[in-house]
């Protein structure tokens, strides 16, 4: 659970998929939840995203959606990369995975990451998204 709430909540959404990152920013949209939808087409994206903003941590999203199955670098690459970034980067942020994977091996890594709070199915349902939002961002809008 993030340490400090900052005033402006910020979710980085990373896919592969361009429909997928379309459809699930308009539930993120939607949902009102989120001030900022940081898109990321690669893991590689992300992490440049967070080495070009680690001096701006008002930058840095606060919740990581995050699909397994991507080219190049996979969404448990991306982590043992995300793990290397110091605490106060990582402090105010939380990643569920999403995906559509039924192999249970990926099913299991997820679960079994100390980064990975939560293992969500795609598509990205609303409901699912608020019940993110409010077990680990305690003020409610």
């Known amino acids: 659970m993030p340490n400090k709430l900052q005033s402006s909540i910020k979710v980085m959404l990373i896919d592969d998929n361009i429909i997928d990152l379309k459809i699930n920013s308009k ?14 087409q690669s893991g590689e994206e992300a992490l440049s995203y967070f080495n070009t903003h680690s001096n701006q941590l008002d930058k840095l999203p606060n919740l990581i959606l995050l699909d397994i199955q991507m080219p190049e670098m996979d969404g448990f690459e991306f982590l043992e990369n995300y793990k290397r970034f110091p605490p106060e980067l990582k402090d105010n942020c939380v990643v569920a ?9 990926d099913i299991r890594k997820a679960e079994a990451n100390p980064y990975v709070i939560k293992l969500l199915k795609k598509p990205l349902y609303p409901a699912h998204l608020e019940e993110l939002y409010k077990a680990n961002f305690p003020v409610v809008k």
């Open 97 to 105: 995975m999403l995906s559509s994977t039924l192999d249970f091996g």
């Open 27 to 40: 539930i993120i949209f939607i949902s009102k939840l989120f001030d900022e939808i940081i898109q990321c």
